[in-house]
């Protein structure tokens, strides 16, 4: 369930006074995923970056929550498409193996070496043990979430992962 409302409220991040998240993690990928053209592709993650309160990666891929509340999950691909055309990329949650609705988002690639970095954010109430996955659908060949090693310099570049994930349990 997607959750939305309307008005500020106070959530004490990293710290500050009150109770502040009880629940984050990052987890990031090094690897180059293909995406096959018109096929759904769950996307993976190798590595936790950093992770307390209960949020960990399953098989690789299932963001999943220990604790019942309301989540922040966002994500970032490192897109390329390397052929002609300009197809789209659309990209998801499912939380269980299913479709949250009302919840894609869709970029349009441009033709060859055409890179993006798209990002999503979303809020979702979660139930204990629940997961998230994210889910990639290309409508071209040739397209890919990459990652790209770093660059000794000068100047030095970090390297680039393919994925991004974050998630913070807001209550």
Do not use: C
């Amino acid at each position: 369930m997607i959750v939305r409302w309307s008005g500020y409220q106070n959530l004490a991040p990293y710290g500050s006074g009150g109770a502040g998240l009880s629940a984050l993690a990052q987890f990031s990928d090094t690897t180059d995923q293909t995406l096959p053209a018109n096929t759904p592709t769950v996307i993976g993650m190798n590595r936790t970056d950093y992770t307390v309160g209960g949020i960990t990666i399953v098989a690789g891929t299932q963001i999943t929550v220990a604790n019942a509340g309301v989540y922040r999950f966002d994500v970032s691909l490192q897109l390329l498409h390397t052929g002609v055309g300009s197809p789209n990329v659309t990209f998801w949650p499912r939380v269980n193996g299913v479709n949250v609705p009302d919840s894609a988002s869709s970029i349009e690639m441009g033709n060859n070496n055409n890179r993006n970095l798209p990002y999503v954010s979303l809020l979702l109430a979660m139930t204990a043990g629940q997961y998230l996955e994210w889910v990639v659908l290309s409508t071209g060949a040739n397209t890919s979430v990459k990652h790209y090693t770093a660059v000794p310099g000068p100047p030095a570049i970090p390297a680039i992962p393919s994925v991004i994930a974050g998630v913070y349990r807001l209550f």
